[in-house]
């Protein structure tokens, strides 16, 4: 079974950076669509960005600009590195691989998904 291990979670002030990592178990050579959701207390878990098998990405509109999603393919890892935070990007993070190799977004499209980290910004 496939396994997903995030890292790179904490917490900075609004203005900064931070650098989500996922770790992925092995697989064959087939490149399945990779995501990063996150989750605020009270609200439903949503799509961040994600990353087809192509290397084509999708971002939602509020972190346009400010959040870029990436894959080495030969380490196994996707990350996501995350500028500009703001108070409203806090919230626990989790990445998630799809059985498609295509951008897809909803979350019931994913298969596989991390523990979560949590991402605290402060004003």
């Known amino acids: 079974q496939v396994q997903l291990v995030e890292s790179g979670g904490g917490s900075v002030q609004a203005g900064g950076s931070l650098k989500l990592s996922c770790a992925a178990s092995?697989?064959?050579?087939?490149?399945?669509?990779m995501g990063w959701f996150r989750q605020a207390p009270g609200k439903e878990r949503d799509i961040v960005a994600a990353?087809?098998?192509?290397?084509?990405?999708y971002y939602t509109d509020s972190v346009k600009g400010r959040f870029t999603i990436s894959r080495d393919d030969a380490k196994n890892t996707v990350s996501l590195q995350m500028n500009s935070l703001k108070p409203e990007d806090t919230a626990v993070y989790y990445c998630?691989?799809?059985?498609?190799?295509?951008?897809?977004?909803?979350?019931?499209?994913?298969?596989?998904w991390g523990q979560g980290t949590q991402v605290t910004v402060s004003s």
């Open positions: 092995e697989r064959t050579f087939n490149s399945f669509a």
């Open positions: 998630a691989e799809s059985k498609r190799s295509y951008i897809t977004t909803p979350r019931f499209d994913y298969d596989y």
């Open positions: 990353i087809s098998g192509g290397g084509y990405t």
